[in-house]
């Protein structure tokens, strides 16, 4: 009988002090693992979200360059000298001729000029448009025009962006790869962009076929 006495007496006794202190110990351990994790989630998630939308901005800019690119023109500068093609090809940069559509255009034929910039705070892919006059000799007026950012933070995933022409330099030359194209008497019959980003992979090459139709009447 004491001895029930006894057991009943220590379970209405409740926890002790050091007990209480151990349990809140451990509870607040897990609450620290509780957050820590639940940040660890939500900065994995957000740095996936980040890769996905910059992804989805390059993308973006791969179709319209497509679009874009596929309406190159073979125009020739009526006031030029040899009435030279008006298409200069570089590694980071191109100049071309082509209709653009109504959105940033009104209509007929632009000077074009896509250019990847180098900033302080990283890389920038702008565009240029003008539109045509018959008096022009070259592209240099583009240079007043109001640029257009077609991707700016979105590249910060890139390593570099270049460009590449495929023809005859000459029409007695064999049809080749270059990283420049200057020719005056002939058009690169293929554009390729290369991409590759901060973690060295490689998006795959994209080409485009420019517009070779016969120019516009004089």
Same mark, same amino acid.
């Given at each position: 009988?004491?001895?029930?006495?006894?057991?009943?007496?220590?379970?209405?006794?409740?926890?002790?002090?050091?007990?209480?202190?151990?349990?809140?110990?451990? %509870?607040? %351990?897990?609450?620290?693992? %509780?957050?820590?994790?639940?940040?660890?989630?939500?900065?994995?998630?957000?740095?996936?979200?980040?890769?996905?939308?910059?992804?989805?901005?390059?993308? /973006?800019?791969?179709?319209?360059?497509?679009?874009?690119?596929? #309406?190159?023109?073979?125009?020739?500068?009526?006031?030029?000298?040899? #009435?030279?093609?008006?298409?200069?090809?570089?590694?980071?940069?191109?100049?071309?001729?082509?209709?653009?559509?109504?959105?940033?255009?009104?209509?007929?034929?632009?000077?074009?000029?896509?250019?990847?910039? #180098?900033?302080?705070?990283?890389?920038?892919?702008?565009?240029?448009?003008?539109?045509?006059?018959?008096?022009? #000799?070259?592209?240099?007026?583009?240079?007043?025009?109001?640029?257009?950012?077609?991707?700016?933070?979105?590249?910060?995933?890139?390593?570099?962006? *270049?460009?590449?022409?495929?023809?005859?330099?000459?029409?007695?030359?064999?049809?080749?790869?270059?990283?420049? *194209?200057?020719?005056?008497?002939?058009?690169?019959?293929?554009?390729?962009?290369?991409?590759?980003?901060?973690?060295?992979?490689? *998006?795959?090459?994209?080409?485009?076929?420019?517009?070779?139709? /016969?120019?516009?009447?004089?």
């Amino acid at each position: 009988m004491r001895r029930q006495n006894r057991s009943i007496a220590w379970a209405q006794q409740g926890f002790t002090l050091l007990e209480l202190l151990i349990s809140l110990t451990l %509870l607040g %351990l897990i609450l620290v693992l %509780l957050f820590g994790g639940l940040r660890l989630s939500v900065r994995s998630w957000d740095s996936v979200q980040k890769k996905v939308d910059n992804l989805n901005s390059v993308r /973006s800019v791969e179709s319209f360059l497509r679009r874009e690119m596929e #309406q190159i023109y073979p125009y020739r500068w009526k006031a030029a000298p040899a #009435q030279r093609f008006a298409f200069v090809g570089e590694r980071n940069k191109v100049n071309f001729v082509a209709p653009l559509p109504s959105r940033i255009g009104s209509g007929g034929l632009y000077a074009v000029a896509l250019e990847l910039e #180098q900033t302080g705070n990283g890389r920038r892919l702008t565009w240029r448009h003008l539109p045509l006059d018959p008096q022009m #000799q070259d592209f240099s007026a583009l240079g007043a025009t109001k640029e257009i950012v077609l991707a700016g933070t979105e590249l910060s995933a890139v390593d570099d962006i *270049w460009l590449t022409y495929f023809g005859r330099e000459t029409e007695s030359a064999a049809p080749r790869w270059v990283d420049r *194209w200057d020719s005056t008497v002939t058009m690169p019959q293929l554009i390729r962009i290369q991409v590759r980003f901060a973690d060295g992979s490689e *998006w795959p090459d994209f080409v485009v076929a420019p517009m070779l139709t /016969s120019e516009a009447p004089r």
